[in-house]
């Protein structure tokens, strides 16, 4: 059996570190379960102006580490937030 998510309009959290960005996503599949994603990305403008997401290079590794951190972070407060929602 396949679980389809609904994901909402737009992230709940959005921050740059270093030259990437990162998002957190919440999605409410069809079993009322809250799941999130996180997309981790590297923009650029190309030669004609024109943005571009590229691949992570050698001295975005650190950056990468902290933005995982920061997604990390940031959907365990959201599950600590719902926690006590649901408590009362």
Do not use: C
């Amino acid at each position: 059996m396949t679980t389809q998510t609904q994901t909402t309009n737009g992230p709940i959290y959005r921050k740059r570190h270093g030259r990437l960005q990162v998002s957190v996503f919440e999605d409410l599949s069809d079993d009322g379960k809250i799941r999130f994603s996180t997309y981790i990305q590297r923009n650029y403008k190309n030669g004609d102006g024109q943005w571009k997401v590229g691949a992570f290079s050698e001295a975005d590794l650190d950056d990468l580490s902290k933005a995982r951190e920061l997604a990390l972070e940031q959907i365990k407060e959201r599950k600590t937030r719902y926690s006590k929602q649901q408590l009362g």
